[in-house]
Nanobody, 114 residues
Framework: HLVESGGGLAQPGGSLRLSCAASGFAFSVHGMSWVRQATGKGPEWVSGILNDGSATYYADSVKGRFTISRDNAKNTVDLQMSNLKPEDTALYYC?????????WGQGTQVTVSS
């Protein structure tokens, strides 16, 4: 079970922090990802993190602006988003797995607009 929170409306150049709470599985043995889907487009993998947090990965479109982190004691994975752009507008999903995602949350909407 994955539950995202923290989405909302932000102005261009602004910041938002997404959080995902995991339950029902051994969180600390799985890599995790954030994936987004804009209206009318296919899913886009955004960022991933290894099970122990020792390595993080980013799509070129968000590199240098987004930061993924996790807390295995709290079973949470976060995505700090800065310098947001209108093209970041999408439904953001937390997903289990770094290379292949096999469990998804319900998503949280991020809208970037002035």
């Amino acid at each position: 079970h994955l539950v995202e929170s923290g989405g909302g409306l932000a102005q261009p150049g602004g910041s938002l922090r997404l959080s995902c709470a995991a339950s029902g599985f051994a969180f600390s043995v799985h890599g995790m990802s954030w994936v987004r889907q804009a209206t009318g487009k296919g899913p886009e993998w955004v960022s991933g993190i290894l099970n122990d947090g020792s390595a993080t990965y980013y799509a070129d479109s968000v590199k240098g602006r987004f930061t993924i982190s996790r807390d295995n004691a709290k079973n949470t994975v976060d995505l700090q988003m800065s310098n947001l752009k209108p093209e970041d507008t999408a439904l953001y999903y937390c997903a289990r797995g770094r290379r292949v995602q096999d469990k998804w949350g319900q998503g949280t909407q991020v809208t970037v607009s002035s």
